[in-house]
């Protein structure tokens, strides 16, 4: 990602508490020189981590978020993170209709 320094200023994110906003800072730190190919099984397993050690995100959050984040990405990397996005979103349903 390029530029991702100072992403936590962006005044969109002040209603995102301090817990989750440290959270983030820390995924975007292991998340650096990451290979591309490794980014979604990475995500899915911190994903799978935040909500075991109860820090959850809601919709509008994740969305706010990643809105803040494309606007330092390539467009390759704003590719990339909509797939996982919109697998996210599918995933969740599914796992809302077996519930």
Same mark, same amino acid.
């Given at each position: 990602? @390029?530029?991702? !320094?100072?992403?936590?200023?962006?005044?969109?994110?002040? #209603?995102?508490?301090?817990?989750? %906003? +440290?959270? $983030?800072?820390?995924?975007?730190?292991?998340?650096?020189?990451?290979?591309?190919?490794?980014?979604?099984?990475?995500?899915?397993?911190? @994903?799978?981590? !935040?909500?075991?050690?109860?820090?959850?995100?809601?919709? #509008?959050?994740?969305?706010?978020? %990643? +809105?803040? $984040?494309?606007?330092?990405?390539?467009?390759?990397?704003?590719?990339?993170?909509?797939?996982?996005?919109?697998?996210?979103?599918?995933?969740?349903?599914?796992?809302?209709?077996?519930?």
């Amino acid at each position: 990602m @390029s530029e991702n !320094s100072n992403w936590q200023d962006d005044p969109k994110l002040k #209603n995102i508490g301090n817990d989750k %906003l +440290q959270y $983030l800072m820390n995924m975007m730190s292991e998340m650096n020189g990451k290979d591309p190919n490794s980014l979604l099984p990475f995500l899915m397993g911190l @994903s799978a981590a !935040s909500e075991k050690g109860g820090m959850e995100f809601t919709d #509008n959050e994740t969305d706010l978020i %990643l +809105q803040v $984040l494309s606007q330092r990405m390539t467009p390759e990397e704003r590719s990339r993170i909509d797939m996982i996005r919109n697998l996210s979103r599918m995933i969740a349903m599914k796992n809302k209709l077996k519930k």
